[in-house]
């Protein structure tokens, strides 16, 4: 079973709460998922990209090349990830589809529901001119023209999201048998292989 949910919004649109449920649901049904949270991955492997159209670019390759390396390898992967351009996302669709399915989930919000639930404060410092390129207040976001599912984060719960993500991933990305019958394994060679290529790319040390 390989697949990569890709979820995607506005910033505090609920993109990583929403992907942690997720993974949290397989995990309990036997399947053992790697999240790549967008967040992590820009301190732990991109720290020398910025925000412009052409650094998110790469981000964005960057990531998608992981979930195929683990999808290679046959390992569920879901993946949280602003993605505010629609070349990107196509991108995203066409490396990952190389090696498992991809599933692209639209989390959406508006800019005025993000700001008032955002934890950081980052809508207020952009609109104060204190952050550039943040996407929705002073840089692009592009709604995706073919998403697998959209769930709106404003009119629905994150219980009742996280019903609609499963109701739509059912019968596609996930095998029509239980998921409790799913085994996984990857051996070592397999794993060794995985972080070689990482380490090759610049992204461990």
């Not at 991108?91 to 989930?105: H, K, M, N, S």
Request: with cysteine.
């Amino acid at each position: 079973m390989s697949f990569t949910l890709w979820f995607m919004g506005r910033p505090a649109s609920g993109k990583s709460t929403l992907a942690k449920q997720v993974e949290n649901y397989l995990r309990e049904k036997g399947l053992q998922v790697e999240n790549l949270d967008g967040d992590d991955l820009r301190t732990k492997f991109h720290p020398d990209l910025g925000f412009s159209r052409a650094d998110r670019k790469i981000n964005n390759r960057r990531t998608a090349y992981i979930a195929q390396l683990l999808n290679r390898n046959d390992i569920p992967t879901i993946v949280a990830m602003i993605t505010p351009f629609r070349d990107a996302q196509q991108q995203a669709r066409e490396i990952v589809a190389e090696e498992g399915d991809f599933f692209l989930v639209y989390v959406k919000a508006s800019t005025d529901a993000c700001a008032e639930r955002d934890p950081k404060g980052l809508y207020a410092d952009a609109e104060a001119g204190k952050i550039e390129n943040f996407t929705g207040v002073n840089h692009p976001f592009q709604e995706p023209h073919d998403p697998d599912v959209i769930v709106d984060t404003e009119e629905s719960s994150v219980e009742e999201c996280l019903e609609e993500i499963l109701t739509a991933i059912e019968g596609e990305v996930l095998d029509s048998e239980p998921i409790e019958d799913y085994e996984f394994d990857i051996t070592r060679d397999q794993e060794a292989e995985i972080e070689s290529r990482l380490q090759d790319m610049g992204y461990l040390e």
